[in-house]
């Protein structure tokens, strides 16, 4: 959600900028701009996507060593030039120009302010505000890195900020407080000659694979000559410099048509990579989880699973296995609710907050809220080390399904997955629920799940030719029960976020409770099929389906002896996984929703009015 780059260089900065522009499209956006500077000051915007900005950019000539830029998900105003970052400010000689991720929560009260000291407004954003902030302090004498530590604490809410100054040139100034913003150092490391600032390290690897993660509060001023970085009081800080392991070949699209297909078909691999600490393992350590895992799970008498999205139906799927293995009863909140309700804390509480960023804005202020009632013991699930999620948990646990660029997530779930699978085992095991033959029986399985989900994707050409059929409907329901009534839950969000197909799921059971009103032959109905206890009632939910001229779409197990038929079609995944069963069903779910978007037409890696790190509430 919006993305910032900085750069300062001795050379033209406007190829990193765009590239890095181009690197953060996932993160999801609706206009784009560049703010440089070369003597005079030169801004050049665009509504659409980053090559509509290059081509402007092109077209301007616009060549210059110091610069910011941005993509925009439009918050506060409409989808215009106008709204579009950077904003500037200038007046009595000053000029200063700003990109902004994030919300800044006391705008409208600062706008009355700054208007009454006579600065005009020409966009309908939040952001507008701390353009004309840092001018004015600016005009008082600050210099532009004492501008945004004075910004900073007028500010209120979440936010990125990067910023330049027409009178300091080769001098870019960010500050961050809610939203990820990360400091490379150029020259090998050395920050000699060129440095840089960016809401995403994917940005900045066509430049530098040295970064320093900023924190809550910092304000940090990049030239040729060095950088120097400041905490929320002011003091001056180090931050530790590290060298990302994030490949460039990661993030590029090699074979594939879609980042989604790539991911997708990344499976096996991330699966792997999250489970490699406990493939050769005999047995599993609370230690997987950090330090003190093993006392907080001692203590442990409850589980609390806050989360949004896809990472809400992992918590759910989670709820069924912890319950069932390990004896604990769980709660599972959607992030953005449980904040704003009047809950109870119930001491020796384990919170768990799933991310695949680690920036969810909602995820981390309901972890916040919790830890304000008390609730201290707290786990993370996340795809990124440094994320404030990570840092602000007690313990945590890495899933390793490296870089995700498709908004819809697909490898980020599965790996969630099979470290909350990995997460029952080990509680069952501290509460002495999980003998030690049964614990060799799931270790088996979780070492053969990569290669039980790369034969699930050769189901690929079944579920294109389902697709097909699926392009010209309107509405379809997903049907599931039990364990995988979340996996239906995943893959109707699937089917919306990328075709903009109506979607619906509902456990199986709850047909005959209203939504078999909805059934006719238009209505295409995705079962998700397992061999497992509950496949004689959803046999009875089928017939009901059949019964009122719907036409079913089943990913059954072998065995389980649904045979296809008018108004039934089948396609068999093979053996059924056991306690691992939902992660193999969502596979052919996602595959569906990625070859229904193509047939639609639809631009699958960038859905129409989402992003990829809701970094907002």
Known sequence: MC?????????????????????????????????????????????????DLEARARDARADAPTGIAHTRWATHGGVNEKNAHPHFSAGGGIEVSVVHNGIIENHEALRRRLIEAGYQFTSDTDTEVIAHLLHSHVATGSSLFEAMQQAARELEGAYAIAAINKSEPNVVVGSRRGSP???????????????FLASDTSALLQVTKYVAYLEEGDVVQIRLDGYSIVDRDGHPVERPIVESQLSSDAIELGKYRHFMQKEIFEQPGAVANTLEMVMNAASLSAGLFGAEAADVFTRTKQILILACGTSYHAGCVAKYWIESIAGLPVSVEIASEYRYRDSVALADTLVITISQSGETADTIAALQHAKSLGLRDTLSICNVPESALIRQSRLRFLTRAGPEIGVASTKAFTTQLASLFVLALVLARQRKRLSSAREKEL????????????RVLECEPAVRHWANRFAPKQHALFLGRGVHFPIALEGALKLKEITYIHAEAYAAGELKHGPLALVDSEMPVVVVAPNDA?????????????????????????????EPEDRINIINLGDHAGLLSPILHVIPLQLLAYHAALARGTDVDKPRNLAKSVTVE
């Open 3 to 51: 993305g910032i780059v900085g750069a300062v260089a001795q050379r033209n900065v406007v190829p990193i900028l765009i590239e890095g522009l181009r690197k953060l499209e996932y993160r999801g956006y609706d206009s784009a701009g560049i703010a440089i500077m070369n003597g005079t000051m030169e801004r050049v915007r665009a509504v659409g996507r980053v090559a």
């Open 534 to 562: 509950l496949i004689g009632k959803l046999k009875s939910n089928l017939q009901e389906v059949k019964a009122r001229g719907g036409e079913l779409f089943v990913f059954a197990d072998k065995d389980t002896h649904i």
């Open 181 to 195: 913003l990360l400091l490379g150092i150029g020259n090998s490391g050395s920050g000699k000659g060129e440095n």
């Open 443 to 454: 270790l088996a399985q979780l070492r053969h799940l990569p290669a039980a989900i790369a």
